[in-house]
């Protein structure tokens, strides 16, 4: 058995099914063996970055950790913006970077780098084989660590010449599959008996939920949670779709990319309990949401992330389920009525919400331009189940504002805020939930950078939905720039891309009349191929945005 048979079957045997990247020299017996096993996928991509987003969208829709491959220096430097985003955003990923021979590598000959160096900064594991019976540890190692703690992105440096050389099967041992959670991680009974006693006395106490409620599971102990206490739930970006958004409790995303009335629950709140939430900056507006006196509850299964931003009253280092379980457990068993003022206060919260999305879809000008209203309006009528993806740029507010409910998703480079992403994630959304619809919301800025994988989209009939917000310029930085003085660098020209989708064998609708967009988005859902709907945006369309301080933007 050669390495990279080895390698393979640690990979499978772990339960590993999505894999994607571009094959070089060095990656090409790992794919070609993955080909011979016919156990798993392979999807081929135009650009490693893409790569990356789909296995960022399947690992946080499945819980399992996809393998990127990448060939040599020049893969993992196209791979690293993708890797970088998974990363920073916990998601569980293997990148097996597959180098040059150990001289080339130690005399810096031709595609030569040091593959570690340009990524070691975010992600959470690295190991390089330099021998083969150093080979089976290693993976299991990095599977081992991309799903334990706090997810995150393990990778594995082993150079062509090691790959390609004998193992004996003695030195193989049999797979361990791996999911998450990993392991578990209960809280300490004293400390939740101690948030318990806070909860009661609080009057209004809010629920901020972060992206580790998602791979928890913690959905449903989460809900009875809120249920139990009447108390509303503000998502982030990464923990939307653990809640139903239909219910009333559940008011979406506050914070640097939510809305004004979410943001009323945290400011009006006496007491903040954040479960799997590292009370970042995107979620807490840089903190400015925080009331200045309300303790915090929280719970975070990585104890360097327990006040890393905002000193907690009680910090618990736990498994979010476990923790709302256990939670539950002790109100369940001294059950108190949830007091009247706390159930008008929800209340008001959801009207709000209610009231201000309404009026702003009522606000729409009409000035002969298509306006984002009538695009948030439709996609507010498609099911809760479906899953959207959105790019960097002022139209992911607009998206955000579609409910879902599990399983349906909202998927997001959120923490690296980056371009490039949303092709992929749809890709990957797609290909891990085949049978919910997928929406991507995405800039014509944002997808030009892709644009090479619509052939991927179709090659591999990945059915998504992509709606292009075309503006023609990048507009989030547009009026950044305007601040300065002259306008430079920010507007652009653009294809037609309802006719360029026809090109890459994708259907193409385009919407530049008000009106229009409806009856396009039910032809490209009708179709059941992936379809582009080139929406003419006006220029000067800005989303409504959360009112914070200068100094927090």
């Given amino acids: 058995m050669k390495v990279y048979e080895a390698v393979l079957d640690q990979l499978l045997g772990a339960g590993l099914t999505?894999?994607?990247?571009?094959?070089?020299?060095?990656?090409?017996?790992?794919?070609s063996a993955l080909a011979a096993q016919n156990q798993a996928r392979y999807v081929g991509i135009r650009h490693e970055q893409v790569a990356a987003a789909i296995l960022d969208a399947t690992a946080r829709l499945t819980g399992q950790p996809g393998?990127?491959?990448?060939?040599?220096?020049?893969?993992?430097?196209?791979?690293?913006?993708?890797?970088?985003?998974?990363?920073?955003?916990?998601?569980?990923m293997v990148v097996l970077s597959a180098t040059q021979e150990r001289k080339a590598m130690e005399n810096g000959w031709?595609?030569?780098?040091?593959v570690q160096k340009p990524v070691a900064d975010f992600v959470k594991f690295q190991t390089r084989v330099e021998r083969p019976d150093q080979a089976v540890a290693a993976v299991r190692d990095a599977l081992r660590e991309s799903v334990s703690g706090k997810p995150g992105v393990a990778q594995i440096d082993i150079p062509i010449d090691v790959s390609t050389e004998e193992l004996g099967a003695d030195n193989v041992p049999k797979p361990v599959r791996v999911t998450t959670p990993h392991i578990r991680l209960f809280p300490d009974p004293a400390l939740v008996e101690e948030a318990a006693k806070l909860l009661r006395k609080a009057a209004r106490p809010v629920l901020l939920i972060g992206g580790g409620a998602n791979y928890s599971g913690a959905g449903t102990a989460l809900i009875q949670l809120a249920e139990r206490m009447g108390a509303p739930v503000v998502n982030s970006p990464t923990s939307r779709g653990v809640l139903?958004?239909?219910?009333?409790?559940?008011?979406?995303?506050a914070g640097i990319i939510g809305y004004e009335p979410v943001g009323d629950a945290i400011r009006e709140a006496d007491l903040v309990l954040a479960i799997g939430s590292r009370l970042s900056d995107i979620q807490t507006s840089r903190g400015e949401l925080l009331p200045a006196n309300a303790p915090i509850i929280q719970v975070d299964i990585d104890a360097v992330a327990l006040g890393k931003e905002y000193p907690p009253m009680v910090g618990i280092v736990s498994d979010a389920k476990a923790f709302a379980d256990a939670l539950n457990e002790i109100l369940e068993a001294d059950p108190s009525p949830i007091p009247d003022a706390r159930r008008h206060w929800t209340a008001s919260l959801a009207d709000r919400y209610t009231a201000w999305r309404n009026a702003w879809l009522a606000s729409s000008p009409e000035?002969?331009?298509?306006?984002?209203?009538e695009i948030v309006a439709a996609l507010c009528r498609q099911p809760p189940e479906t899953i959207y993806t959105h790019g960097a740029g002022d139209h992911g507010f607009y998206g955000f504002m579609a409910p879902v409910d599990p399983p349906g998703a909202h998927l997001v480079s959120t923490r690296l805020g980056a371009m490039g992403c949303a092709l992929g994630m749809a890709m990957g959304a797609k290909w891990a939930r085949p049978d919910q619809p997928v929406i991507t919301c995405i800039g014509d800025g944002d997808l030009?950078?892709?644009?090479?994988?619509l052939e991927t989209m179709a090659r591999e009939r990945l059915n998504a939905i992509l709606i292009v917000f075309n503006n023609f310029r990048l507009g989030s930085q547009r009026k950044r720039v305007e601040a300065y003085g002259p306008v430079i660098g920010v507007d652009h020209g653009n294809p037609d891309f309802a006719k360029l989708a026809e090109l890459f064998d994708c259907r193409g609708f385009r919407v530049d009349k008000p009106g229009q967009f409806g009856d396009a988005l039910k032809g490209?859902?009708?179709?059941?191929?992936?379809?582009?709907?080139?929406?003419?945006i006006d220029p000067e369309a800005r989303p409504p945005r959360?009112?914070?301080?200068?100094e927090a933007r």
């Fill in 67 to 92: 393998c990127l491959m990448v060939h040599g220096g020049s893969g993992l430097l196209a791979a690293s913006l993708g890797i970088g985003s998974a990363a920073l955003d916990c998601t569980p």
């Fill in 367 to 373: 000035n002969g331009h298509v306006q984002p209203q």
């Fill in 110 to 114: 031709w595609q030569t780098l040091d």
């Fill in 546 to 550: 959360i009112t914070i301080s200068r």
């Fill in 18 to 31: 999505h894999f994607a990247g571009m094959v070089g020299s060095t990656s090409a017996p790992y794919a």
């Fill in 524 to 536: 490209a859902l009708a179709s059941g191929e992936p379809s582009i709907i080139d929406v003419i």
């Fill in 448 to 453: 030009m950078l892709q644009l090479g994988d």
């Fill in 244 to 253: 139903p958004e239909s219910n009333p409790l559940v008011l979406g995303c």
